[in-house]
């Protein structure tokens, strides 16, 4: 199993739900609305802080846990619906995942998902 991460900005969250129910293997999303700063520098290329020019930009987190065959095409399909080509497009990351219980059933592994 695997869990995806996606941390997209939100005007790009629509256009990427419809990409992944499209999929005929959609496992479910949970999302977080998050503040983030990404790595670059800005205007000028330098940054140097004090303690009130922090700027962080709103962004939204999509969680997904799939089977290993899946995966690769989800996070194809996120990258291709979220991406603009401007900064601040986002990021894919995928993990291993060691055990998955459902709650309600008590399913585990593949079942639960």
């Given amino acids: 199993m695997k869990e995806i991460i996606a941390i997209i900005p939100p005007h790009t969250l629509a256009r990427v739900m419809r990409a992944l129910h499209a999929l005929p293997h959609f496992p479910g999303v949970t999302l977080l609305d998050v503040h983030g ?6 205007a000028g290329g330098a940054f140097r802080p004090t303690e009130d020019n922090f700027t962080f930009h709103k962004k ?4 997904l846990t799939c089977d290993d065959a ?3 095409l989800i996070a194809d399909t996120l990258v291709q619906a979220a991406r603009t ?6 990021l894919v990351t995928i993990k291993d995942v ?6 309600r059933t008590g399913e585990t592994a ?3 998902l």
């Fill in 60 to 63: 939204t987190v999509l969680l």
């Fill in 85 to 90: 080509g401007n900064k601040g497009d986002g």
């Fill in 37 to 42: 700063q990404g790595r670059g520098r800005g």
């Fill in 98 to 103: 060691a055990r998955a219980i459902r709650i």
């Fill in 70 to 72: 899946h995966a690769d």
């Fill in 110 to 112: 593949g079942q639960a």
